[in-house]
């Protein structure tokens, strides 16, 4: 049984069981603060991907349409960053 110690650690830990468990080249964790503006808190990533831990992302970043999913499910995953999205 793994312990984490505080919420980085159980950030960290989590994004590197999500990613061993789909191969996804890289796997966020999150964090909104009241104004809707992201930080990323935890990253897990393939090599010679480059990193966005602790990138701040403005709430006008974020398209309404995924705000909103962000609100309905907890976790989001995209297959493939490269997709055409539909309308």
């Known amino acids: ?6 919420v980085t650690e159980t950030l960290n830990l989590a994004t590197q069981t999500v990613r061993r468990m789909t191969g996804y080249d890289r796997v966020l964790a999150y964090m909104f603060d009241p ?3 992201g930080t990323v808190l935890a990253e897990d990533r393939r090599a010679g991907v480059a990193s966005y831990l ?12 995924a705000m909103r999913l962000y609100r309905r499910k907890l976790v989001r995953l995209i297959s493939d960053v490269g997709y055409t999205p539909r309308p």
């Open 1 to 6: 049984v793994l312990e984490a110690r505080g």
């Open 35 to 37: 104004d809707l503006n």
């Open 54 to 65: 602790h990138q701040r992302f403005p709430a006008t970043d974020i398209p309404p349409q």
